[in-house]
């Protein structure tokens, strides 16, 4: 998961005028699923913001269709079912009630939307901002920070067991079926990957420090391109892939390669 930006979603002014015609319409109690080429008439523009990876995965996956996710479930939040804000690029792993085959056990978004004890239910746009959801948001600056991940491909919190915050991200990997084991598997090899990248070019370095071979220097370059691809937002899984090269900081090459 990383961080989207709403502001660069840009609906056409028609669809902005229709828009608030459906949202009379529903707040009078029209169903909102009659409106779903609404939505999807934004699916394209939601895509180019993640260079049309899910925004809760960052997976790509060509045979799916994906689907612009409520991230306050429509069936829940009708008044939300028109309003961009509300809109999320998903896969349907993430946006959809799936098995998992390595538990059994049936994870995805589907129509879920936990809030912590104690939060009210917002009922108008107006009190959307009183409540205190469980789910973390990519939309929000400082929620896909407290994503972290093993070598191994396994999500998992950055704040200890048992906070607030690893709370959320438990409920968060169940519920965007980011432990899904496909998904696990991908990163995983991709890891594998990144570390061999990292060894050849550390291997290298010496070389390069002491000057005068330009094959070397020219080999750690695009050792180095390699691993800065690995973590660019255009590559699929880059947050994964960030984090596994931030584990070897210890070299003093690799800052410069996560600052670029």
Not at 71 to 96: G, M, Q
Not at 154 to 171: F, I, N, Y
Request: proline share 7%.
């Amino acid at each position: 998961m990383r961080r989207r930006d709403l502001h660069l979603l840009n609906p056409p002014a028609e669809w902005t005028a229709a828009a608030e015609k459906a949202a009379e319409k529903i707040r009078k109690g029209k169903k909102p699923d009659g409106y779903s080429a609404m939505w999807s008439a934004l699916k394209s523009q939601l895509a180019d913001i993640s260079f049309k990876k899910c925004w809760y995965c960052e997976s790509r996956q060509t045979r799916d269709d994906n689907a612009v996710d409520h991230f306050r479930p429509k069936s829940k939040y009708s008044f939300l079912a028109v309003t961009p804000e509300n809109f999320r690029y998903s896969c349907t792993f993430c946006n959809s009630r799936r098995t998992n085959p390595a538990t059994g056990v049936a994870e995805g978004k589907g129509d879920f939307f936990p809030l912590f004890n104690g939060s009210p239910m917002a009922k108008r746009v107006e009190d959307v901002r009183r409540e205190d959801p469980i789910l973390l948001d990519p939309c929000v600056a400082t929620d896909p920070g407290l994503l972290d991940f093993h070598a191994n491909g396994m999500p998992c919190p950055k704040d200890p067991e048992g906070s607030r915050d690893a709370q959320r991200v438990l409920k968060s990997i169940e519920l965007y079926h980011l432990d899904h084991p496909d998904l696990v598997e991908e990163r995983r090899r991709l890891a594998l990957h990144i570390a061999d990248l990292i060894r050849d070019a550390d291997e290298l370095y010496p070389r390069v420090q002491a000057g005068g071979d330009p094959v070397s220097d020219g080999a750690f370059k695009r050792f180095a391109q390699l691993i800065a691809r690995c973590i660019d937002d255009r590559s699929v899984l880059s947050a994964f892939a960030r984090r596994m090269v931030m584990a070897h900081r210890d070299k003093p090459w690799i800052e410069r390669v996560l600052a670029g």
